[in-house]
Each structure stands twice: as C-alpha cells, then as structure tokens.
C-alpha cells in the first residue's frame, strides 16, 4: 500500500490543522520537550498533512526508521514483524469533521502525530525496536504477547515522563487525545513509578479513559529497562508454564 497524497480533500486538510492546531497547544507546556521537538524535526506543520515520503526522508536520516502503510489495526505478528525493521505502520485515513473528539479505530492522526515525532529520538526508537525483537522472539505464545502489550500500552501509548521536574506525557494515545492530555496530568488519574514488574501484572482497557500512568525518568531509562523487561517476562512465563 501506499500513501496517494492527492486523495485527500479539504475537509481532510481542514481537519488535520484544526486537530494539530489543538494539540499543539494544548501540548505546549505539558508535553515531553523531545516530543515537541520531534514536531518540528519529522517536519510536520499545522498547513499540510504529512507527506510519507518527506517524513521517512527525515526519520532515515535521524533513526532509521521509515512511516509502513496499512489499511489499520494489523495481526501483532505483522505488526511487530515491521517494527523489527524498524517499520512503523501507519494508515493513511483520517477522521471526519464530525469525529474530532473520538473515533474507535485509530487515524492517521493518532499514528503520525501521536507516534512519529518520538521516533527521531534514538532511545526511544531503539526501545521500541528492542521490544519488537522481544516480541518476535516470543510471537508463537499468546500469554507473552498479552504481558508486552501492557509494556506497550503502558509507554508507548499512555506512557509519562519527568523532565526538570516536572509530569510530562510522551504516550502517543496521549499526545492525540484533548481527553487523555487533560485527565493524564490531573488529580483524577494515577500515577505510578515506572515498575516492569508492575506493568507486566497491570490489565488495561482500550475502550476508556486510562485511571493510571506510570511515569519514567527518562528515555535511556527506557531503553536500559529492555534486559529487565525479557527476563521478568521469562520468569512469568517459567511460572506460568509450571502452574499449567
């Protein structure tokens, strides 16, 4: 598949600058300072939606990493296959104007301008590509893939930061959502120390507002937590596998 660029219309122009428009300023102040100037180095602008080609010249040069095409929600094994490459997949759809505040399947806004940004960051990009490689390595067991898409959900989606001192949202579900942005850094949601440990034995629900965060101290944090996270995965599945 690929992007074809004058597909889009007005009211899809329209869109993506009045979505960008809101969450960079709602993200201003309250957003990860790698994240917010990841905007700027994808070249993504409030004028035009993202042109595929321009952003993968941008990311190859700084990551390695390149924008993949689909359709929408992939199989976990295509989608942690790409990621291995270092392959984000992204659709190329984006919502109506009537659907500015939810849609259940996610958009291109929610792929690009939620998870593109962070990929010019090389911790973060070399995080998400090692957990792919743990993922692949574990593809035939479901019970492994349910623990590492709480990793997944719990940092690359809704994950926060401390930066300078202060509570700052990185998660791509996040950074797209008015919603989420608002109620992440409020007194109505938790926030918790980042914990594998505790990630892995935390269930979460795609079809509402998250009730908890958990907060890491840095991206290198998040990197080095890849050798914690494949051994506390293994011993879940040692002890699962003797409790059958």
Known sequence: MKQIYSNYTNEDHQVWQILFDRQVNNLSKVASKEYLSGIEKVGFTRTRIPDFDETNALLAKQTGWSLHVVPGIIPVKEFFGLLIQKKFSATTWLRKMHQLDYIEEPDMFHDVFGHVPLLSNTSFSNFVHGLSR????????????ELLGRIYWFTLEFGLIREDDELRIYGAGICSSVGETRHSLSDASQKLPFSVGEMLRTPFRNDRIQDKYFVIGSFDELFRSLP?????LERLLVESDAQA
Do not use: R
């Open 134 to 145: 743990i993922a692949v390595k574990h593809m035939g067991n479901d019970y492994a893939q």
């Open 228 to 232: 914690l996270i494949e051994a506390e």
